[in-house]
């Protein structure tokens, strides 16, 4: 039988997924302009891919055979076209006066931050809901 | 026995309790995995099995028969897809509060039973 504390740990992992999902896109966004430096590739997009941690086996899970619970978030590498951007003063410009910059669209990114930050709260709910459930239960009894 | 002992209604409320418990989890994990891709949002299946349970106590059958209905009820509760494709982060709240809710309703509820025991024990009526 699953512990109370499961409860916790699911909404944990979802917000570690989240918080993970917001560093990305910070990321994302404080490279969107760099460009293919002396030696250093060109920044490659980071997304956040989650999955469930035990997708095949939640009942399994939820009746304590199986350990991990919640999400599992992980990050990958995007390839995309580089911008070309035209600037030819630019120290690294090509031979056309181009520069590559990462595919990193802002509008996205930003709204990736809206939804991990309420994603985030969505899963404090969750855990504050079940901290009054236990703490609930530790009145059963009394008057 | 000690089912029967204890009363049904307590053993009803137990189950009750553990099936909302069960409800979080799957309701925190909905919430956890709303952007995971291959996740089906998931359900506890427990009122829809209390109709049989509300019939044999509406034909007064035995406390022990009762019980014993009870504890096959509480053996089907099980997580059940939803149907949905995806999660809808607003309708995990609301059933996050509604279940919440439902669980201190029912924590309350056997607050005041035990309070009859309690009185029953002390043998005082204040």
């Known amino acids: 039988m699953s512990g109370y504390l499961t409860s916790f740990e699911i909404s944990a992992s979802g917000m570690t997924a989240e918080r993970m999902r917001l560093d990305v896109a910070s990321m994302n966004l404080a490279n969107a302009t760099t460009v293919r430096g002396s030696g250093v590739g060109l920044y490659r997009p980071l997304q956040v891919v ?37 600037e030819p003063n630019h120290p690294l410009a090509d031979a056309n006066g181009f520069i590559e910059q990462p595919n990193v669209n802002p509008v996205v990114e930003m709204t990736q931050i809206m939804l991990a930050v309420r994603a985030y709260e969505a899963n404090v709910k969750a855990l504050n809901a079940a901290r009054t459930m236990a703490q609930r239960a530790l009145q059963i009894g009394e008057a | 026995m000690m089912e029967a002992i204890e009363g049904v209604t307590m053993q009803l409320a137990l189950m009750a309790l553990d099936a909302y418990a069960l409800r979080h989890e799957v309701i925190a994990s909905n919430i956890a995995n709303h952007a995971s891709a291959d996740y ?87």
């Open chain 1, 50 to 86: 989650t999955e469930p941690a035990s997708l095949a086996s939640f009942e399994r899970a939820m009746a304590g055979e199986e350990s991990r619970v919640g999400v599992t978030a992980r990050v990958i590498a995007v390839d995309g076209e580089p911008r070309r951007v035209h």
């Open chain 2, 40 to 126: 089906s949002p998931q359900g506890v299946d427990f009122e829809s099995l209390l109709g049989p349970l509300r019939a044999a106590v509406h034909s007064n059958q035995s406390e022990l028969l009762i019980s014993e209905q009870m504890s096959d009820v509480a053996a089907r509760v099980a997580v059940v897809p939803t149907g949905a494709a995806e999660v809808q982060l607003d309708e995990e709240m609301s059933a996050l509060a509604v279940n919440t809710l439902k669980y201190q309703a029912l924590v309350s509820a056997l607050g005041r039973m035990t309070a009859l025991d309690r009185m029953a024990i002390r043998g005082d009526i204040r």
